[in-house]
């Protein structure tokens, strides 16, 4: 039986894609005012926690501060993803590396009852992504599959090059461009989704598990990476079939680039004075202590009169 498609973009009433852009502008909007609050609560409890003795019976107290901090900040994340507000470090890259690292996790992502497939075609292009980000959405596909195949089956995952002409774009109804791609195909042999759940299925918070067992935002967090790296997603699907998602990324030819390595904060030291800009006060406070920490002078540039920091 032929599986049935869903855009993601577009509904046959064609107003999907107008509620879900709407929907993104307004999680957006509160994701990002949240995560302020975040960065603040967060690296105050984070300083603080390094001034208490672990003996000290305050200690588990400000550590669940943390620890609530960082469970909230994930959540976030997700939302800030979805609305193409997240920050990204884009770079070229080879996806089957990255599919490579993803397959390094199975056990805790997928479990023993569910056969993995991996296949990428030969002389397979480049992208230009964010490898957590791209990574990321192979891990929420994985772990939706896995939930859509209780009994076990088959997770495949699937790399080619593909040229989109004219006709094929409008196969898509315009929504996706003539141009060249790469093809990432994440297809289970599980459930289904039911026809009526097809158009929700990218909306932030919407889940069919029962309560506590998602949040919701696996599949937003995925149509939001798809989008902010300037590709597609559709979605073919049938009850009883499975599913597969199509992930098309735009496709280029140049060589891949080396990860880039984190240089250790703690080894920064120095006596410069240097100026934050940020909207948010709360946020420019703690960077400003950050910085004192390491014996850097901090200003921000939003009329602060506050008197530089000076280090004994």
Not at 25 to 48: C, P, S
Request: hydrophobic fraction near 40%; glycine fraction near 12%; charged fraction near 20%.
């Amino acid at each position: 039986m032929r599986r049935r498609r869903c855009d993601g973009a577009r509904s046959s009433s064609g107003r999907c894609w107008l509620k879900l852009e709407a929907v993104g502008r307004l999680a957006g909007g509160i994701a990002h005012d949240f995560n302020n609050i975040l960065t603040a609560v967060g690296g105050h409890a984070a300083l603080l926690l390094d001034e208490i003795p672990p003996a000290s019976p305050l200690r588990p107290g400000v550590e669940e501060i943390v620890r609530g901090v960082d469970r909230a900040a994930s959540l976030t994340r997700q939302l800030l993803a979805f609305s193409r507000k997240q920050v990204l470090q884009p770079r070229v890259l080879d996806l089957t590396k990255v599919v490579a690292e993803t397959q390094s996790m199975r056990g805790r992502l997928i479990g023993e009852d569910i056969e993995l497939c991996t296949r990428a075609a030969p002389g397979l292009g480049r992208v230009r992504a964010d490898p957590g980000q791209i990574q990321q959405v192979i891990v929420n596909l994985a772990v939706n599959a896995r939930d859509a195949m209780p009994g076990g089956g088959v997770l495949s995952i699937e790399l080619d090059n593909v040229d989109i002409d004219e006709s094929m774009a409008g196969q898509h109804g315009g929504v996706q461009p003539a141009g060249r791609y790469i093809r990432l195909s994440v297809s289970d042999t599980g459930t289904g989704i039911p026809e009526e759940v097809k158009p929700h299925i990218f909306e932030p918070f919407f889940t069919t598990k029962p309560k506590g067992k998602g949040t919701g935002l696996g599949l937003s967090t995925v149509y939001g990476i798809a989008k902010q790296s300037g590709g597609f997603i559709w979605v073919y699907s049938e009850p009883g079939q499975g599913t597969t998602f199509k992930i098309y990324l735009p496709r280029g030819e140049a060589a891949a680039e080396p990860s880039v390595v984190a240089q250790d904060v703690a080894a920064l030291s120095g006596d410069e004075t240097i100026l934050l800009e940020k909207d948010e006060p709360a946020v420019s406070a703690i960077a400003r202590l950050n910085l004192h920490m390491v014996r850097y002078q901090g200003l921000t540039a939003q009329h602060d009169r506050a008197p530089p920091l000076h280090v004994r």
